[in-house]
């Protein structure tokens, strides 16, 4: 073989990976939420899914992952899945916050970054409006006299260890604690609970009896503007429940670039704002590296809650 054709045969071997190689996406994308179907983070995702399938024009699905073990092993499932953004997980801040620490070698590395955060699920410290207590302050007045009983969805759940948390910033223990599947408008009327640590859109259908006492949320939240947020009250606790987007770290970045995007413009649209409305959850678009940022305050937050946890 001569010289020239050595050289031409090596071109056109040289070029047939990028020849062969499609451009994303060529066929259907999953977007795997490690919960059962139904919530907010479920809901708006779907919207994600659809709004990408119809940019597209390949299919696009919301897989529910729900487990025992919480999300950490759908998680881990996604961990496990090629770098090359046919699969996107959906994921709650315990993830990357809490993920590396609970033993799943999968997650162990944190092996995902963030595209972006679009959801803070609309928790809040309530009582009866006929309470003896009308504020967190005068909540721990009360409360170290008098023994306080608080409802959670669980111990593990960030916003009920910021409550715990809060309790002792604010000086006073909580009389009894129990979780519960069911916080809403009976919780508190039947009496089982004097605080419930719920979203507000469980206890919306008596909002006119009920007093909010904080919300954990970045900020106040659409039914409820006058509550204080937890950080207005106790300033080291500035941390609350979110959802976003994520991927492999090896995650090409054109890849990426066109599933922010579409999530952006999902999150920013008016059905996805009118259900913002409608339930008091914070839905918007923070990019990767304010992501990030928040993602490395809330591990140091988290840390802080643990120790006073601890005391």
């Not at 179907?37 to 994600?48: A, F, K, S, Y």
């Not at 729900?66 to 996604?78: E, H, K, L, T």
């Not at 003896?132 to 111990?155: C, I, M, R, T, W």
Request: proline share 8%; net charge negative; glycine share 6%.
């Amino acid at each position: 073989m001569n010289t020239f054709l050595k050289t031409s045969v090596a071109i056109a071997l040289t070029a047939l990976p990028l020849a062969a190689q499609a451009e994303y996406p060529e066929k259907p994308v999953n977007f795997v939420v490690p919960f059962p179907p139904g919530d907010l983070e479920d809901v708006l995702t779907r919207m994600i899914a659809e709004d990408f399938q119809t940019k597209y024009g390949v299919a696009a699905a919301v897989i529910n992952r729900p487990s025992d073990g919480g999300p950490f092993p759908g998680a881990a499932q996604v961990a496990g899945a090629p770098a090359d953004g046919y699969t996107v997980g959906s994921f709650v801040v315990d993830i990357p916050v809490v993920g590396p620490q609970v033993g799943i070698p999968a997650l162990a590395d944190n092996p995902f970054e963030p595209l972006g955060i679009f959801l803070t699920y609309p928790f809040v410290i309530a009582t009866s409006s006929s309470a003896p207590f009308q504020s967190l302050d005068e909540l721990a007045a009360y409360a170290k006299d008098n023994s306080v009983v608080l409802g959670h969805f669980g111990s593990f759940l960030l916003p009920t260890q910021a409550t715990f948390a809060a309790a002792k910033e604010l000086g006073f223990e909580w009389g009894a604690e129990a979780s519960s599947d069911a916080l809403d408008c009976n919780s508190l009327a039947s009496g089982d609970f004097d605080v419930v640590n719920t979203t507000i859109q469980l206890i919306q259908p008596c909002l006119d009896q009920i007093t909010i006492l904080a919300s954990i949320t970045e900020s106040p939240i659409s039914l409820a503007p006058d509550a204080p947020t937890l950080a207005a009250v106790t300033p080291d606790l500035g941390i609350s429940l979110w959802n976003g987007l994520f991927v492999h770290k090896d995650t090409p970045d054109d890849v990426r670039e066109k599933i922010i995007e579409v999530a952006r413009e999902t999150v920013t649209s008016e059905r996805a704002q009118k259900l913002s409305a409608e339930t008091g959850a914070l839905v918007y678009w923070m990019d990767a590296e304010a992501a990030a940022a928040r993602i490395a305050s809330d591990i140091e937050i988290t840390g802080h809650i643990n120790q006073l946890i601890a005391e």
